[in-house]
């Protein structure tokens, strides 16, 4: 497997046999409960044009941009991703355990049911650049892991390429265009400017300025000096909440089971538990959460059930 460089391996290798063995755990419950994966087929991608990969994509998927100007947030465009993506025979799960520093994502090229993997600690724009990205490896038919996504300077092609793609199919030229137009946004770009189009494309901030970077809209020394920026922000608010561990937001003890667990094991779950094959003390163990949240997991799962 491709970037297995980090120093220590160990939480990283329990990672990636979580994966498959989540996968082997999808490939049973499936057959128990009588529903089918969805038919993975490697589609026929050529040539190295980010703008061609990410039309193809988007049309494969039926990625709507239109539905992402809309998503209430970007937690639930992750989510729609997450759900198109694995409706077509990809299976998309996220790994524990591992700094989002050290890895983001991890692709995992199978010919029946290829894996992605996703930092479980990244946000949730973070988590749909990762899926794109990582989408792009299993394409290629690469197994590889990836902890440089936003890294102007990296000097592995094919990451460029995977980065470049899904910054062009997150926030395509031609709509930005359109954006920075009708709503007339000109540099110099503020912080609060490119907040607002994260916000519009249920993206990160960092996504912005690479595309602002990749489209000349702003020069490399802009786009360090942003990216400075946004680090000493984020350093800002760990320390903030160190400090005063009493405001920390409560965990979502559902919703983060619901966003690290693959949508077709949730699904076949819901279904499982529908149809009285499995009880809710059967998901509270393979989830390793309380049985008193089961009820809302299960209400949480029928909203994005295919």
Aim: proline letters at 4%; charged letters at 25%; glycine letters at 6%.
């Amino acid at each position: 497997i491709n970037g297995n460089d980090i120093d220590d391996e160990s939480a990283l290798g329990i990672a990636m046999i979580d994966l498959l063995l989540e996968r082997d755990f999808l490939e049973e419950i499936t057959r128990e409960v009588g529903t089918s994966l969805g038919s993975y087929s490697p589609p026929q991608l050529s040539g190295n044009d980010p703008y061609y990969w990410a039309n193809k994509i988007r049309s494969i998927f039926g990625l709507d941009l239109s539905f992402q100007y809309k998503c209430p947030s970007a937690r639930q465009f992750y989510l729609y991703l997450r759900s198109r993506i694995e409706s077509l025979g990809i299976f998309i799960h996220c790994f524990t355990d591992v700094p989002v520093e050290i890895v983001r994502g991890i692709a995992i090229y199978d010919e029946k049911i290829p894996i992605i993997g996703i930092n479980a600690d990244d946000r949730p724009p973070g988590k749909s650049f990762s899926i794109i990205h990582e989408l792009v490896h299993i394409f290629k038919r690469e197994s590889t892991i990836c902890n440089e996504m936003f890294n102007s300077l990296s000097s592995i092609q094919e990451e460029i390429f995977c980065n470049a793609v899904a910054g062009e199919l997150l926030v395509p030229g031609k709509a930005l265009n359109i954006i920075l137009e009708n709503e007339h946004i000109v540099p110099p770009f503020s912080i609060e400017q490119i907040g607002t189009l994260a916000k519009r494309f249920s993206v990160s901030r960092e996504v912005i300025i690479r595309r602002l970077l990749d489209t000349s809209r702003i020069d490399s020394i802009e786009y360090d000096t942003f990216l400075d920026e946004f680090k000493v922000e984020l350093e800002q608010q760990r320390i903030e909440q160190k400090d005063t561990p009493g405001k920390r937001i409560p965990q979502n003890i559902v919703r983060s089971t619901f966003d690290r667990t693959s949508q077709a094991i949730c699904n076949a779950l819901y279904k499982g538990y529908t149809e009285e094959i499995y009880s809710k003390k059967d998901i509270s163990r393979h989830l390793g959460i309380d049985q008193k949240h089961i009820g809302k997991f299960l209400v949480e799962v029928s909203k994005w059930n295919n």
